[in-house]
């Protein structure tokens, strides 16, 4: 049995696309490929503090509230950041499942977000004294 360059080069081809489905979880597991994304996200998005992740986890809002109100939260932090220190945060970006893949945003201090929940007008009732 003799083999040609065309069947060589189809095994290389095949196991190619398979060694990249290990890599990345097979394309035909649509529940495999977000698990994978979702580990990505997270891993690139360790230890950086937004005003919409301070909103969730801290803060315990719905998606709702913060889709509506992150941005007005994030220029009274901006400005409590300024009034500390006399400087603009940094500028960051942060990894996100979806069409876009990095989205700019600030990362803040834990003392910024906790004066702006407290004098924002929205986010003051979820704040206790």
Do not use: Q, W
């Amino acid at each position: 049995m003799t083999t040609t360059n065309a069947s060589l080069a189809t095994v290389v081809r095949i196991l190619r696309s398979r060694a990249n489905r290990v890599r990345t979880g097979s394309h035909m597991s649509t529940a495999r490929r977000l698990a994978v994304l979702d580990a990505y996200v997270a891993r690139v998005n360790a230890g950086r503090l937004t005003a919409a992740s301070y909103l969730t986890k801290v803060l315990g809002v719905n998606a709702d509230f913060v889709r509506r109100f992150a941005s007005g939260f994030g220029k009274a932090a901006t400005a409590a950041h300024r009034a500390r220190t006399g400087i603009s945060p940094r500028r960051d970006s942060i990894a996100r499942v979806g069409r876009r893949r990095f989205v700019e945003c600030f990362s803040y201090d834990l003392c910024d977000l906790a004066k702006a929940a407290r004098t924002f007008v929205h986010t003051a009732a979820f704040v206790s004294v």
